[in-house]
Nanobody, 124 residues
Framework: QVLLVESGGGLVQAGGSLRLSCASS????????VGWFRQAPGEAREFVAA????????EYADFAKGRFTIDRDNHKNTVYLQMNSLKPEDTAVYYC?????????????????WGQGTQVTVSS
């Protein structure tokens, strides 16, 4: 069992930045690829970004390219999502998930463990 806890969400004005964290106390967390997903009210959950267990490879949704950066610190058992130039349409609950398959994919069904989510609200 891999428990994931997201933090760092909040209310920010358009153009601002937030850094989300996904932390785990599980010793095996560093062996998992990790993805970030988001879900806005009334919308389906969508892929945001993913990173391999080593941090050597990343993947982004088109809307995230150039604005969001995913990275990880395996010594701290934490994966981060730096979000810059935020837009009102980025408003959603953001979830991190762990996938033992490497590299992790874009499909949420391939992920094994999920956090509880953190709310990000971007005001115009």
């Amino acid at each position: 069992q891999v428990l994931l806890v997201e933090s760092g969400g909040g209310l920010v004005q358009a153009g601002g930045s937030l850094r989300l964290s996904c932390a785990s106390s599980s010793r095996s967390f560093s062996a998992y690829g990790v993805g970030w997903f988001r879900q806005a009210p009334g919308e389906a959950r969508e892929f945001v970004a993913a990173i391999t267990w080593s941090g050597g490879s990343t993947e982004y949704a088109d809307f995230a390219k150039g604005r969001f950066t995913i990275d990880r610190d395996n010594h701290k058992n934490t994966v981060y999502l730096q979000m810059n130039s935020l837009k009102p349409e980025d408003t959603a609950v953001y979830y991190c998930a762990a996938d033992f398959t490497d590299p992790p994919g874009r499909l949420d069904s391939s992920y094994d463990y999920w956090g509880q989510g953190t709310q990000v609200t971007v005001s115009s």
